[in-house]
Protein backbone atom coordinates (compact mmCIF):
# COMPACT_ATOMS: atom_id res chain seq x y z
CA UNK A 1 0.00 0.00 0.00
CA UNK A 2 2.93 2.26 0.68
CA UNK A 3 4.30 1.69 -2.81
CA UNK A 4 1.23 2.69 -4.74
CA UNK A 5 0.90 5.87 -2.65
CA UNK A 6 4.36 6.37 -3.52
CA UNK A 7 3.56 5.99 -7.50
CA UNK A 8 0.80 8.23 -7.18
CA UNK A 9 2.33 10.79 -5.90
CA UNK A 10 4.96 10.86 -8.33
CA UNK A 11 2.79 10.52 -11.06
CA UNK A 12 1.05 14.11 -9.93
CA UNK A 13 4.24 15.53 -9.59
CA UNK A 14 4.48 17.48 -12.57
CA UNK A 15 0.88 19.02 -12.22
CA UNK A 16 1.28 20.15 -8.24
CA UNK A 17 4.69 21.01 -8.61
CA UNK A 18 5.68 20.31 -5.06
CA UNK A 19 7.20 16.85 -3.91
CA UNK A 20 6.61 16.16 -0.33
CA UNK A 21 10.69 15.45 -0.15
CA UNK A 22 13.12 18.39 0.07
CA UNK A 23 14.60 16.91 -3.09
CA UNK A 24 13.37 18.75 -6.10
CA UNK A 25 13.77 18.08 -9.63
CA UNK A 26 14.41 20.89 -12.03
CA UNK A 27 13.81 20.81 -15.86
CA UNK A 28 15.38 23.91 -18.33
CA UNK A 29 11.39 24.40 -20.04
CA UNK A 30 9.91 24.69 -16.44
CA UNK A 31 12.77 25.83 -13.84
CA UNK A 32 9.73 26.54 -10.78
CA UNK A 33 7.08 24.70 -10.40
CA UNK A 34 4.08 26.00 -7.79
CA UNK A 35 1.40 24.16 -5.82
CA UNK A 36 -1.60 23.98 -7.31
CA UNK A 37 -3.85 23.67 -3.90
CA UNK A 38 -1.83 26.57 -2.39
CA UNK A 39 -2.63 29.78 -3.76
CA UNK A 40 0.76 31.96 -4.89
CA UNK A 41 1.25 34.65 -7.22
CA UNK A 42 4.52 35.18 -9.07
CA UNK A 43 4.98 38.23 -10.63
CA UNK A 44 8.55 37.84 -12.25
CA UNK A 45 10.95 35.06 -12.99
CA UNK A 46 14.13 36.84 -13.77
CA UNK A 47 15.71 35.88 -10.28
CA UNK A 48 15.00 32.34 -9.31
CA UNK A 49 17.45 30.11 -8.22
CA UNK A 50 17.58 26.86 -6.66
CA UNK A 51 18.97 26.86 -3.09
CA UNK A 52 21.02 24.06 -1.32
CA UNK A 53 18.83 20.59 -0.57
CA UNK A 54 16.01 21.26 1.93
CA UNK A 55 15.37 24.58 1.03
CA UNK A 56 12.95 27.05 -0.59
CA UNK A 57 13.37 28.53 -3.78
CA UNK A 58 14.68 31.99 -3.70
CA UNK A 59 12.18 34.58 -5.93
CA UNK A 60 13.42 37.78 -6.78
CA UNK A 61 10.41 39.07 -7.17
CA UNK A 62 7.02 40.04 -5.02
CA UNK A 63 5.80 36.79 -4.20
CA UNK A 64 2.44 36.73 -2.45
CA UNK A 65 0.42 33.70 -0.56
CA UNK A 66 -1.53 32.92 2.06
CA UNK A 67 -0.13 30.01 2.86
CA UNK A 68 3.25 28.56 1.85
CA UNK A 69 4.77 25.41 1.63
CA UNK A 70 7.81 24.82 4.46
CA UNK A 71 10.12 21.84 4.33
CA UNK A 72 10.25 20.28 7.42
CA UNK A 73 12.74 16.47 7.43
CA UNK A 74 11.75 15.80 3.82
CA UNK A 75 8.22 16.76 4.04
CA UNK A 76 5.83 19.54 2.71
CA UNK A 77 3.92 21.98 5.60
CA UNK A 78 1.73 24.46 5.68
CA UNK A 79 2.63 28.11 6.96
CA UNK A 80 0.40 31.27 6.83
CA UNK A 81 0.71 34.87 7.74
CA UNK A 82 4.23 34.70 6.09
CA UNK A 83 5.53 37.65 3.51
CA UNK A 84 9.02 37.45 1.41
CA UNK A 85 10.52 40.77 0.89
CA UNK A 86 10.79 42.35 -2.53
CA UNK A 87 14.68 42.30 -2.45
CA UNK A 88 16.59 39.44 -3.99
CA UNK A 89 19.06 37.66 -0.94
CA UNK A 90 20.95 34.67 -1.95
CA UNK A 91 21.78 32.55 1.42
CA UNK A 92 25.20 31.99 2.01
CA UNK A 93 26.04 28.40 3.09
CA UNK A 94 26.85 29.38 6.39
CA UNK A 95 23.46 30.76 7.09
CA UNK A 96 24.33 34.37 7.06
CA UNK A 97 22.79 36.95 4.70
CA UNK A 98 24.78 39.46 3.05
CA UNK A 99 23.22 43.11 1.93
CA UNK A 100 23.42 43.39 -2.01
CA UNK A 101 25.04 46.68 -2.64
CA UNK A 102 23.48 49.57 -4.07
CA UNK A 103 24.86 50.59 -7.58
CA UNK A 104 25.07 53.87 -8.20
CA UNK A 105 22.75 56.34 -10.08
CA UNK A 106 24.86 58.29 -12.18
CA UNK A 107 27.20 57.19 -14.91
CA UNK A 108 29.53 58.25 -17.34
CA UNK A 109 29.06 60.15 -19.61
CA UNK A 110 27.71 63.31 -17.61
CA UNK A 111 25.11 65.79 -19.24
CA UNK A 112 26.44 69.04 -17.63
CA UNK A 113 24.39 71.47 -19.72
CA UNK A 114 21.64 69.13 -17.34
CA UNK A 115 23.11 69.98 -14.02
CA UNK A 116 21.81 72.82 -11.52
CA UNK A 117 24.35 76.04 -11.67
CA UNK A 118 24.99 75.74 -7.85
CA UNK A 119 26.66 72.33 -7.87
CA UNK A 120 28.73 72.94 -11.23
CA UNK A 121 32.56 72.49 -10.03
CA UNK A 122 35.00 75.75 -9.99
CA UNK A 123 37.63 76.10 -12.09
CA UNK A 124 40.28 79.14 -11.61
CA UNK A 125 42.58 80.91 -13.76
CA UNK A 126 45.93 81.99 -12.21
CA UNK A 127 49.24 83.42 -13.59
CA UNK A 128 51.24 85.96 -13.14
CA UNK A 129 50.23 89.74 -14.89
CA UNK A 130 49.73 90.53 -18.36
CA UNK A 131 48.86 86.44 -19.66
CA UNK A 132 45.82 86.59 -21.11
CA UNK A 133 44.18 85.09 -18.01
CA UNK A 134 41.09 87.94 -18.56
CA UNK A 135 40.80 87.02 -22.84
CA UNK A 136 40.48 83.19 -21.62
CA UNK A 137 37.33 84.12 -19.29
CA UNK A 138 35.80 85.77 -22.00
CA UNK A 139 36.14 83.38 -24.05
CA UNK A 140 35.21 80.69 -21.93
CA UNK A 141 32.05 82.48 -20.78
CA UNK A 142 31.46 83.44 -24.76
CA UNK A 143 31.16 87.38 -23.55
CA UNK A 144 33.20 90.43 -23.41
CA UNK A 145 32.89 90.90 -19.65
CA UNK A 146 36.25 91.03 -18.09
CA UNK A 147 38.25 94.36 -19.03
CA UNK A 148 41.05 93.44 -21.63
CA UNK A 149 43.52 96.19 -21.81
CA UNK A 150 47.42 96.18 -23.10
CA UNK A 151 49.40 97.45 -19.97
CA UNK A 152 52.43 95.98 -18.94
CA UNK A 153 53.27 98.16 -16.09
CA UNK A 154 49.91 97.97 -15.15
CA UNK A 155 47.34 95.40 -13.53
CA UNK A 156 43.68 96.02 -15.02
CA UNK A 157 42.17 93.10 -12.94
CA UNK A 158 42.34 93.45 -9.40
CA UNK A 159 38.91 92.19 -8.31
CA UNK A 160 37.53 87.81 -8.86
CA UNK A 161 35.08 87.59 -11.54
CA UNK A 162 33.25 84.80 -11.75
CA UNK A 163 31.35 83.26 -15.04
CA UNK A 164 29.60 80.68 -16.19
CA UNK A 165 32.07 78.31 -18.47
CA UNK A 166 30.60 76.76 -21.81
CA UNK A 167 33.54 74.48 -23.67
CA UNK A 168 31.43 72.53 -25.57
CA UNK A 169 28.98 70.30 -24.00
CA UNK A 170 30.58 71.22 -20.61
CA UNK A 171 29.67 73.51 -18.22
CA UNK A 172 31.63 75.14 -14.96
CA UNK A 173 31.71 77.98 -13.34
CA UNK A 174 35.26 79.83 -14.13
CA UNK A 175 37.25 82.47 -11.82
CA UNK A 176 39.10 85.05 -13.13
CA UNK A 177 41.98 86.68 -10.75
CA UNK A 178 44.17 89.39 -10.82
CA UNK A 179 48.28 88.59 -11.86
CA UNK A 180 49.98 87.06 -9.05
CA UNK A 181 53.15 88.35 -7.91
CA UNK A 182 54.96 86.33 -4.75
CA UNK A 183 57.66 89.59 -4.00
CA UNK A 184 54.98 92.56 -3.62
CA UNK A 185 55.32 95.05 -0.75
CA UNK A 186 53.42 94.23 2.27
CA UNK A 187 50.40 95.90 2.49
CA UNK A 188 49.69 96.96 -1.21
CA UNK A 189 47.40 96.52 -3.79
CA UNK A 190 49.47 93.34 -5.33
CA UNK A 191 49.39 91.80 -1.80
CA UNK A 192 46.07 92.36 -0.79
CA UNK A 193 44.86 90.57 -4.31
CA UNK A 194 47.16 87.38 -3.52
CA UNK A 195 45.58 87.20 0.04
CA UNK A 196 42.42 87.60 -1.83
CA UNK A 197 42.92 84.87 -4.18
CA UNK A 198 44.21 82.46 -1.70
CA UNK A 199 40.97 82.51 0.08
CA UNK A 200 38.97 81.66 -3.45
CA UNK A 201 41.52 79.48 -4.16
CA UNK A 202 40.70 77.20 -1.21
CA UNK A 203 37.47 76.84 -1.71
CA UNK A 204 37.72 75.73 -5.85
CA UNK A 205 38.56 72.38 -7.04
CA UNK A 206 40.48 72.84 -10.61
CA UNK A 207 42.79 75.52 -11.71
CA UNK A 208 44.28 76.66 -14.90
CA UNK A 209 47.80 78.02 -14.77
CA UNK A 210 48.66 80.24 -17.68
CA UNK A 211 51.86 81.22 -18.94
CA UNK A 212 53.07 83.46 -22.13
CA UNK A 213 54.68 81.22 -24.88
CA UNK A 214 56.48 84.12 -26.60
CA UNK A 215 58.40 85.86 -23.54
CA UNK A 216 59.36 81.60 -22.42
CA UNK A 217 59.38 80.62 -18.76
CA UNK A 218 59.42 83.79 -16.48
CA UNK A 219 61.35 83.25 -13.43
CA UNK A 220 57.98 84.75 -11.93
CA UNK A 221 56.05 82.04 -13.25
CA UNK A 222 58.07 79.67 -11.04
CA UNK A 223 57.59 81.83 -8.38
CA UNK A 224 53.87 81.47 -8.79
CA UNK A 225 53.97 77.49 -9.41
CA UNK A 226 55.70 77.28 -5.62
CA UNK A 227 52.99 79.85 -3.96
CA UNK A 228 50.19 77.49 -5.52
CA UNK A 229 51.81 74.37 -4.41
CA UNK A 230 51.77 76.24 -0.83
CA UNK A 231 48.72 77.56 -0.77
CA UNK A 232 46.37 74.93 -2.80
CA UNK A 233 48.72 71.49 -2.28
CA UNK A 234 45.40 69.42 -3.25
CA UNK A 235 45.01 70.83 -6.88
CA UNK A 236 46.85 69.96 -9.85
CA UNK A 237 46.56 72.72 -11.94
CA UNK A 238 46.52 72.02 -15.99
CA UNK A 239 49.36 74.39 -17.80
CA UNK A 240 47.88 76.53 -20.76
CA UNK A 241 50.64 78.04 -22.74
CA UNK A 242 49.00 80.87 -24.17
CA UNK A 243 49.50 83.22 -26.86
CA UNK A 244 50.89 80.65 -29.66
CA UNK A 245 49.18 81.55 -32.47
CA UNK A 246 52.76 82.71 -33.78
CA UNK A 247 54.24 80.11 -33.12
CA UNK A 248 54.26 76.48 -35.23
CA UNK A 249 55.49 72.92 -34.88
CA UNK A 250 57.79 73.14 -37.89
CA UNK A 251 60.17 75.64 -36.40
CA UNK A 252 60.49 73.88 -33.13
CA UNK A 253 59.31 76.66 -31.28
CA UNK A 254 56.43 75.24 -29.52
CA UNK A 255 58.15 72.08 -28.74
CA UNK A 256 61.21 74.08 -27.58
CA UNK A 257 58.65 76.26 -24.72
CA UNK A 258 56.72 72.88 -24.20
CA UNK A 259 59.72 71.26 -22.85
CA UNK A 260 60.54 74.19 -21.04
CA UNK A 261 57.46 74.61 -19.20
CA UNK A 262 57.71 70.98 -18.19
CA UNK A 263 60.32 72.84 -15.04
CA UNK A 264 56.83 73.75 -13.58
CA UNK A 265 56.52 70.11 -12.45
CA UNK A 266 52.40 70.01 -13.50
CA UNK A 267 52.57 67.73 -15.88
CA UNK A 268 52.56 67.96 -20.12
CA UNK A 269 51.47 71.70 -21.02
CA UNK A 270 48.45 72.74 -23.64
CA UNK A 271 48.91 75.14 -26.42
CA UNK A 272 46.43 77.51 -26.79
CA UNK A 273 45.31 81.10 -27.99
CA UNK A 274 42.43 83.14 -25.81
CA UNK A 275 42.40 85.71 -28.84
CA UNK A 276 41.91 83.54 -31.90
CA UNK A 277 40.40 80.17 -29.66
CA UNK A 278 43.35 77.84 -30.72
CA UNK A 279 43.43 75.18 -28.37
CA UNK A 280 40.15 75.28 -27.13
CA UNK A 281 39.68 71.33 -28.05
CA UNK A 282 42.80 70.12 -26.20
CA UNK A 283 42.02 72.13 -23.14
CA UNK A 284 38.28 70.47 -23.34
CA UNK A 285 39.97 67.25 -23.51
CA UNK A 286 42.25 67.54 -20.01
CA UNK A 287 39.44 69.43 -18.30
CA UNK A 288 36.64 66.47 -19.26
CA UNK A 289 37.54 63.39 -17.20
CA UNK A 290 38.31 65.62 -13.97
CA UNK A 291 35.32 67.34 -14.27
CA UNK A 292 33.04 64.37 -15.21
CA UNK A 293 34.84 62.39 -11.76
CA UNK A 294 34.02 65.28 -9.74
CA UNK A 295 30.31 65.45 -10.80
CA UNK A 296 29.62 61.78 -10.33
CA UNK A 297 30.75 61.89 -7.00
CA UNK A 298 28.60 65.23 -6.21
CA UNK A 299 25.35 63.90 -8.07
CA UNK A 300 25.68 60.32 -6.20
CA UNK A 301 26.01 62.12 -2.92
CA UNK A 302 22.85 64.56 -3.43
CA UNK A 303 21.10 61.78 -4.20
CA UNK A 304 21.87 59.78 -1.34
CA UNK A 305 21.16 62.77 0.66
CA UNK A 306 17.70 63.77 -1.16
CA UNK A 307 16.38 59.99 -0.21
CA UNK A 308 17.39 60.32 3.28
CA UNK A 309 15.90 63.86 3.35
CA UNK A 310 12.88 62.06 1.38
CA UNK A 311 12.71 59.16 3.96
CA UNK A 312 12.35 62.10 6.95
CA UNK A 313 9.35 63.39 5.18
CA UNK A 314 11.56 66.61 4.44
CA UNK A 315 10.18 67.91 1.00
CA UNK A 316 11.53 71.10 -0.41
CA UNK A 317 8.96 73.75 -1.72
CA UNK A 318 9.66 75.56 -4.42
CA UNK A 319 8.53 79.18 -4.28
CA UNK A 320 8.01 80.53 -7.90
CA UNK A 321 7.29 84.33 -6.49
CA UNK A 322 10.60 84.44 -5.58
CA UNK A 323 12.72 85.19 -8.42
CA UNK A 324 16.32 86.39 -8.73
CA UNK A 325 16.99 90.07 -8.06
CA UNK A 326 19.65 91.94 -9.95
CA UNK A 327 20.83 94.80 -7.95
CA UNK A 328 23.45 97.36 -8.86
CA UNK A 329 25.59 99.38 -6.69
CA UNK A 330 26.87 102.62 -8.26
CA UNK A 331 28.12 105.67 -7.39
CA UNK A 332 31.33 108.17 -7.26
CA UNK A 333 34.90 107.02 -6.92
CA UNK A 334 35.85 106.11 -2.98
CA UNK A 335 31.93 106.18 -1.46
CA UNK A 336 32.43 102.79 -0.08
CA UNK A 337 30.35 101.02 -2.70
CA UNK A 338 33.35 97.67 -2.38
CA UNK A 339 32.78 98.01 1.29
CA UNK A 340 29.09 97.59 0.96
CA UNK A 341 29.34 94.83 -1.01
CA UNK A 342 31.54 92.84 1.35
CA UNK A 343 29.09 93.63 3.93
CA UNK A 344 26.38 92.55 2.67
CA UNK A 345 27.99 89.49 1.68
CA UNK A 346 29.87 89.27 5.32
CA UNK A 347 32.79 88.40 3.43
CA UNK A 348 35.83 89.29 1.93
CA UNK A 349 34.67 88.89 -1.57
CA UNK A 350 36.24 92.25 -3.58
CA UNK A 351 39.03 94.22 -3.27
CA UNK A 352 38.76 97.30 -0.04
CA UNK A 353 41.31 99.92 0.44
CA UNK A 354 41.86 104.10 0.92
CA UNK A 355 42.86 104.33 -2.93
CA UNK A 356 40.36 105.96 -4.89
CA UNK A 357 39.45 104.37 -8.53
CA UNK A 358 40.80 100.72 -6.72
CA UNK A 359 37.57 98.83 -8.34
CA UNK A 360 37.83 98.62 -12.68
CA UNK A 361 35.74 95.38 -13.05
CA UNK A 362 32.34 95.26 -12.73
CA UNK A 363 32.38 92.10 -9.92
CA UNK A 364 28.61 90.26 -10.02
CA UNK A 365 28.06 88.26 -7.50
CA UNK A 366 25.08 85.89 -6.17
CA UNK A 367 24.18 85.27 -2.50
CA UNK A 368 20.90 83.89 -1.03
CA UNK A 369 18.61 86.04 1.31
CA UNK A 370 15.80 84.82 2.64
CA UNK A 371 15.32 82.45 0.16
CA UNK A 372 15.93 84.85 -2.60
CA UNK A 373 18.44 84.87 -5.25
CA UNK A 374 19.80 88.38 -5.03
CA UNK A 375 22.83 88.98 -7.91
CA UNK A 376 24.80 92.01 -6.56
CA UNK A 377 27.06 93.58 -9.00
CA UNK A 378 30.07 96.03 -7.57
CA UNK A 379 30.62 99.03 -10.42
CA UNK A 380 33.54 101.19 -10.62
CA UNK A 381 33.38 105.11 -9.71
CA UNK A 382 31.38 106.39 -11.74
CA UNK A 383 33.46 109.52 -13.80
CA UNK A 384 32.99 111.48 -16.87
CA UNK A 385 34.28 109.48 -19.90
CA UNK A 386 36.05 112.49 -21.62
CA UNK A 387 38.36 112.73 -18.07
CA UNK A 388 39.73 109.33 -18.23
CA UNK A 389 41.54 107.10 -20.78
CA UNK A 390 42.23 103.87 -20.47
CA UNK A 391 41.14 101.47 -18.65
CA UNK A 392 39.24 103.92 -16.60
CA UNK A 393 37.08 104.83 -19.74
CA UNK A 394 36.10 101.10 -20.32
CA UNK A 395 34.97 100.69 -16.53
CA UNK A 396 32.78 103.92 -16.95
CA UNK A 397 31.11 101.95 -19.95
CA UNK A 398 30.50 98.71 -18.35
CA UNK A 399 29.14 100.50 -14.98
CA UNK A 400 26.77 102.11 -17.34
CA UNK A 401 25.58 98.51 -19.00
CA UNK A 402 25.24 96.78 -15.55
CA UNK A 403 22.77 99.90 -14.27
CA UNK A 404 20.78 99.36 -17.69
CA UNK A 405 20.88 95.35 -16.13
CA UNK A 406 19.81 95.69 -13.10
CA UNK A 407 16.19 95.85 -11.45
CA UNK A 408 17.06 97.88 -8.06
CA UNK A 409 20.08 100.49 -8.72
CA UNK A 410 21.27 101.50 -4.59
CA UNK A 411 23.04 105.17 -5.00
CA UNK A 412 25.82 105.48 -2.91
CA UNK A 413 26.50 108.92 -0.98
CA UNK A 414 29.52 109.66 0.98
CA UNK A 415 27.90 111.64 4.81
CA UNK A 416 31.37 112.94 5.54
CA UNK A 417 31.01 114.86 1.78
CA UNK A 418 27.45 115.76 2.37
CA UNK A 419 27.90 117.39 6.09
CA UNK A 420 31.04 119.44 4.18
CA UNK A 421 29.63 120.58 1.37
CA UNK A 422 26.00 121.06 2.49
CA UNK A 423 24.56 119.57 -0.42
CA UNK A 424 22.76 116.14 -0.38
CA UNK A 425 24.26 115.21 -4.22
CA UNK A 426 26.49 116.20 -6.42
CA UNK A 427 26.12 116.58 -10.31
CA UNK A 428 27.80 113.06 -11.36
CA UNK A 429 24.94 111.30 -9.00
CA UNK A 430 22.27 113.43 -9.97
CA UNK A 431 23.33 111.93 -13.45
CA UNK A 432 23.22 108.59 -11.94
CA UNK A 433 19.60 109.02 -10.36
CA UNK A 434 17.94 110.30 -13.69
CA UNK A 435 19.57 107.84 -15.72
CA UNK A 436 18.40 105.02 -13.58
CA UNK A 437 14.94 106.67 -13.40
CA UNK A 438 14.55 106.83 -17.34
CA UNK A 439 15.86 103.13 -17.56
CA UNK A 440 12.97 102.18 -15.33
CA UNK A 441 14.78 100.93 -12.43
CA UNK A 442 13.60 100.88 -8.38
CA UNK A 443 16.46 103.15 -6.84
CA UNK A 444 17.43 103.57 -3.49
CA UNK A 445 19.38 105.98 -2.06
CA UNK A 446 22.64 104.77 0.42
CA UNK A 447 24.36 107.06 2.92
CA UNK A 448 27.32 105.52 3.82
CA UNK A 449 30.24 106.41 6.01
CA UNK A 450 27.89 107.73 8.85
CA UNK A 451 30.10 106.40 11.41
CA UNK A 452 32.70 109.59 10.51
CA UNK A 453 30.04 111.30 11.87
CA UNK A 454 29.51 110.04 15.67
CA UNK A 455 30.35 111.45 18.90
CA UNK A 456 28.71 113.88 21.24
CA UNK A 457 30.53 117.02 18.84
CA UNK A 458 29.11 115.31 15.65
CA UNK A 459 25.33 114.54 17.07
CA UNK A 460 23.86 118.10 15.68
CA UNK A 461 25.37 117.42 12.19
CA UNK A 462 24.24 113.84 12.39
CA UNK A 463 20.60 115.04 12.69
CA UNK A 464 21.08 117.59 10.61
CA UNK A 465 22.09 115.27 7.91
CA UNK A 466 19.49 112.86 8.35
CA UNK A 467 16.80 115.20 7.68
CA UNK A 468 18.03 117.17 5.20
CA UNK A 469 19.34 114.41 2.70
CA UNK A 470 15.10 112.60 2.08
CA UNK A 471 13.92 116.45 1.76
CA UNK A 472 16.48 117.60 -0.69
CA UNK A 473 16.96 114.23 -2.85
CA UNK A 474 12.70 114.62 -3.33
CA UNK A 475 13.48 118.39 -4.72
CA UNK A 476 16.56 117.10 -7.17
CA UNK A 477 14.48 114.30 -8.67
CA UNK A 478 10.76 115.09 -8.38
CA UNK A 479 10.04 112.01 -11.26
CA UNK A 480 9.99 109.64 -8.34
CA UNK A 481 8.23 109.99 -5.14
CA UNK A 482 9.34 108.81 -1.97
CA UNK A 483 12.58 107.52 -2.46
CA UNK A 484 13.50 105.47 0.16
CA UNK A 485 16.54 106.47 2.18
CA UNK A 486 19.03 104.16 4.26
CA UNK A 487 22.16 105.56 6.32
CA UNK A 488 24.81 102.82 7.43
CA UNK A 489 28.32 102.76 8.31
CA UNK A 490 29.39 99.43 5.81
CA UNK A 491 32.98 99.77 7.88
CA UNK A 492 30.99 98.99 10.98
CA UNK A 493 28.53 96.59 9.54
CA UNK A 494 25.33 98.95 10.37
CA UNK A 495 22.66 98.95 8.38
CA UNK A 496 23.14 95.96 6.43
CA UNK A 497 19.76 94.32 7.22
CA UNK A 498 17.72 97.42 6.45
CA UNK A 499 19.12 98.21 3.36
CA UNK A 500 18.16 94.57 1.95
CA UNK A 501 14.71 95.31 3.32
CA UNK A 502 14.27 98.43 1.67
CA UNK A 503 15.46 96.35 -1.79
CA UNK A 504 12.90 93.37 -1.97
CA UNK A 505 10.62 96.14 -0.39
CA UNK A 506 11.37 98.39 -4.10
CA UNK A 507 11.92 95.04 -5.72
CA UNK A 508 8.27 93.52 -4.74
CA UNK A 509 6.42 97.38 -5.79
CA UNK A 510 8.47 97.35 -9.18
CA UNK A 511 7.10 93.90 -9.76
CA UNK A 512 3.25 94.67 -8.94
CA UNK A 513 0.23 94.20 -10.55
CA UNK A 514 -3.22 95.51 -10.04
CA UNK A 515 -6.10 93.93 -11.38
CA UNK A 516 -8.26 96.60 -13.75
CA UNK A 517 -11.17 96.32 -11.39
CA UNK A 518 -9.47 97.52 -8.50
CA UNK A 519 -8.24 100.21 -10.85
CA UNK A 520 -11.17 101.17 -12.12
CA UNK A 521 -12.73 101.63 -8.72
CA UNK A 522 -9.62 103.14 -7.66
CA UNK A 523 -10.43 105.86 -10.85
CA UNK A 524 -14.14 106.69 -9.45
CA UNK A 525 -12.91 108.16 -6.33
CA UNK A 526 -9.93 110.02 -7.46
CA UNK A 527 -12.11 111.80 -9.99
CA UNK A 528 -14.61 112.31 -7.61
CA UNK A 529 -12.21 113.35 -5.08
CA UNK A 530 -10.71 116.25 -7.06
CA UNK A 531 -12.09 119.54 -7.57
CA UNK A 532 -13.03 120.55 -11.05
CA UNK A 533 -12.95 124.02 -12.31
CA UNK A 534 -15.55 123.30 -15.37
CA UNK A 535 -17.03 119.78 -15.11
CA UNK A 536 -16.94 119.63 -19.28
CA UNK A 537 -13.49 120.32 -18.64
CA UNK A 538 -13.32 116.88 -16.69
CA UNK A 539 -11.17 114.06 -18.58
CA UNK A 540 -13.72 111.54 -19.47
CA UNK A 541 -11.24 108.33 -19.00
CA UNK A 542 -13.79 105.12 -20.01
CA UNK A 543 -11.39 102.69 -18.21
CA UNK A 544 -7.97 102.61 -16.49
CA UNK A 545 -5.79 99.10 -16.42
CA UNK A 546 -1.87 98.18 -16.46
CA UNK A 547 -0.32 96.65 -19.34
CA UNK A 548 3.17 95.87 -18.00
CA UNK A 549 4.68 95.60 -14.69
CA UNK A 550 8.47 95.94 -14.01
CA UNK A 551 8.13 98.62 -14.08
CA UNK A 552 4.37 99.22 -13.39
CA UNK A 553 2.74 100.88 -17.06
CA UNK A 554 -0.88 101.32 -17.17
CA UNK A 555 -2.96 103.22 -19.97
CA UNK A 556 -6.01 105.56 -19.42
CA UNK A 557 -8.54 104.75 -22.38
CA UNK A 558 -10.17 107.87 -23.27
CA UNK A 559 -13.69 108.78 -24.98
CA UNK A 560 -13.41 111.35 -27.63
CA UNK A 561 -10.16 113.11 -29.04
CA UNK A 562 -9.78 115.12 -25.76
CA UNK A 563 -6.09 113.93 -24.46
CA UNK A 564 -5.02 114.45 -20.90
CA UNK A 565 -2.77 117.34 -19.72
CA UNK A 566 0.74 116.62 -18.25
CA UNK A 567 -1.25 118.75 -15.11
CA UNK A 568 -3.67 115.60 -14.88
CA UNK A 569 -0.98 113.01 -15.94
CA UNK A 570 0.92 114.30 -13.01
CA UNK A 571 -2.29 114.29 -10.44
CA UNK A 572 -2.90 110.91 -11.33
CA UNK A 573 0.67 109.63 -11.27
CA UNK A 574 1.02 111.04 -7.61
CA UNK A 575 -2.61 109.56 -6.17
CA UNK A 576 -1.32 106.01 -7.75
CA UNK A 577 1.75 106.25 -5.58
CA UNK A 578 -0.03 107.48 -2.48
CA UNK A 579 -3.25 104.97 -2.44
CA UNK A 580 -0.99 101.87 -3.43
CA UNK A 581 2.39 102.86 -2.10
CA UNK A 582 4.72 102.69 -5.02
CA UNK A 583 7.26 105.05 -3.69
CA UNK A 584 10.88 105.09 -5.14
CA UNK A 585 9.67 103.31 -8.35
CA UNK A 586 8.87 105.20 -11.89
CA UNK A 587 5.45 104.94 -12.93
CA UNK A 588 4.30 105.39 -16.44
CA UNK A 589 1.42 106.58 -17.79
CA UNK A 590 0.09 106.29 -21.52
CA UNK A 591 -3.61 107.45 -23.28
CA UNK A 592 -5.67 106.06 -25.56
CA UNK A 593 -9.18 107.60 -27.05
CA UNK A 594 -11.52 105.22 -28.01
CA UNK A 595 -13.53 106.79 -31.06
CA UNK A 596 -17.15 106.65 -30.84
CA UNK A 597 -19.18 103.72 -33.38
CA UNK A 598 -21.56 105.60 -36.61
CA UNK A 599 -24.76 104.71 -35.91
CA UNK A 600 -25.79 105.70 -39.39
CA UNK A 601 -23.54 103.04 -40.94
CA UNK A 602 -24.29 100.10 -39.03
CA UNK A 603 -28.59 101.00 -38.87
CA UNK A 604 -28.16 100.54 -42.84
CA UNK A 605 -26.43 98.05 -43.27
CA UNK A 606 -29.41 95.72 -40.45
CA UNK A 607 -32.49 97.41 -42.31
CA UNK A 608 -31.34 97.71 -45.77
CA UNK A 609 -33.72 100.51 -46.20
CA UNK A 610 -32.55 103.46 -47.68
CA UNK A 611 -32.24 106.94 -45.96
CA UNK A 612 -33.67 109.97 -47.12
CA UNK A 613 -31.42 113.13 -47.03
CA UNK A 614 -32.59 116.11 -44.68
CA UNK A 615 -31.82 119.54 -45.73
CA UNK A 616 -31.96 122.76 -43.58
CA UNK A 617 -33.38 126.14 -44.20
CA UNK A 618 -30.19 127.48 -45.76
CA UNK A 619 -30.85 125.30 -48.67
CA UNK A 620 -33.04 124.85 -51.50
CA UNK A 621 -34.22 121.13 -52.74
CA UNK A 622 -33.20 120.93 -56.19
CA UNK A 623 -35.66 119.95 -58.80
Known sequence: MFHSWVRAVLARKSSLGFGLFGRSISSSTNPVNLCKPFNFTLNNYSHIRASAAGSLYQVGSSLKCNLLPEVTRGFCGVVQNQTLDDTHVEPEPDGVVEDQKVKPLYEKPVDFTKIDINLLPTVMIIGRPNVGKSALFNRLIRRREALVYNTPDDHVTRDIREGLAKLGDLRFKVLDSAGLETEATSGSILDRTAGMTANVLAKTQFAIFMIDVRSGLHPLDLEVGKWLRKHAPQIKPIVAMNKCESLHNGTGSLAGAAAESL?????????????????????????????????????????????????????????????????????????????????????????????????????????????????????????????????????????????????????????????????????????????????????????????????????????????????????????????????????????????????????????????????????????????????????????????????????????????????????????????????????????????????????????????????????????
Open 263 to 623: MLGFGDPIAISAETGLGMTELYEALRPSLEDYMLRVLNDSCTQDNSSTQDGASPEDDESKLPLQLAIVGRPNVGKSTLLNALLQEDRVLVGPEAGLTRDSVRVHFEYQGRTVYLVDTAGWLQREKEKGPASLSVMQSRKNLMRAHVVALVLNAEEVANARRSMTHAEVVIARRAVEEGRGLVVIVNKMDLLSGRQNSALYKRVKEAVPQEIQTVIPQVTGIPVVFTSALEGRGRIAVMHQVIDTYQKWCLRLPTSRLNRWLRKVMGRHSWKDQSAQPKIKYFTQVKARPPTFVAFLSGKKMLSDAELRFLTKSLKEDFDLGGIPIRITQRSVLRKCSSSSSRQNTGLKVGRTFSDKRTVPV
